[in-house]
């Protein structure tokens, strides 16, 4: 069963602090893996896309990794702003007809000064 | 640039009541798709449409028709509501299909069935 697991659920750090949020998924045929910020009360926004070939992938203070050999992803954020307090949504897109992306439950991220 | 508009934000319903969610980009998108939001689930596909003039279902279509207006704009359609289908209620379209092409979300329409 395609499967995408975020890690943790729930994350404080104070401002100014880095922090780094894990993906792991069992999604095949695998195509690209999406992180997305959601703040409250708002829709879903890109961060990145990654595709099987690139290890590293860079938004800013946001930067992601793959693994495509142990499916595993993370999201490392620099100097963490205020404005950083959000649902980070990890989806994985299989290969198939129609449209297949399977979505992470997130982790919430607060950033307190 | 308003990308995704969704309306209404906000509704509540009284269960067997009926609405209709309107969705639409201007961005000139293929690809369009309805999504529900429950606390500490990820979001799951109800209905999408690839190109205008199709549409298909998808992980949790039961109760919920879609309309694929025209290029623009896609509807949701809650024929008899449940208090099951209290969510919060995302469209989201994309130039490409689903699985290869970035996603742009709308704002969200938070639904409360009674």
């Known amino acids: 069963k395609n499967q995408v697991e975020q890690s943790p659920q729930s994350l404080i750090i104070l401002e100014g602090k880095n922090c780094t949020l894990q993906?792991?998924?069992?999604?095949?045929?695998?195509?690209?893996l999406r992180w997305y910020k959601q703040d409250t009360g708002r829709g879903p926004v890109s961060l990145t896309i990654m595709t099987f070939s690139e290890n590293t992938k860079s938004n800013g203070r946001y930067t992601a990794t793959l693994d495509a050999d142990t499916k595993q992803s993370s999201l490392h954020i620099t100097a963490s702003q205020l404005s950083d307090s959000a649902s980070y949504i990890c989806?994985?897109?299989?290969?198939?007809?129609?449209?297949?992306?399977?979505f992470g439950k997130g982790t919430t991220l607060s950033v307190s000064s | 640039n308003a990308g995704v508009t969704q309306t209404p934000k906000f509704q509540v319903l009284k269960t067997g009541q009926s609405m209709t969610l309107q969705c639409a980009q201007d961005m000139n998108h293929n690809s369009m798709y309805w999504y529900r939001q429950d606390p500490g689930m990820g979001l799951r596909l109800i209905y999408y449409s690839a190109s205008e003039g199709t549409t298909d279902k998808g992980e949790v279509p039961n109760g919920y028709n879609v309309s694929r207006l025209n290029k623009r704009e896609f509807s949701l359609r809650l024929e008899s509501a449940a208090p099951s289908q209290t969510s919060v209620y995302f469209c989201?379209?994309?130039?490409?299909?689903?699985?290869?092409?970035?996603?742009?979300f709308g704002e969200g329409s938070r639904l409360t069935v009674l």
């Open positions: 989201a379209s994309s130039e490409v299909g689903g699985w290869a092409g970035e996603l742009f």
């Open positions: 993906c792991n998924y069992t999604v095949s045929p695998f195509s690209n």
């Open positions: 989806v994985v897109s299989a290969q198939q007809a129609g449209t297949a992306l399977i």
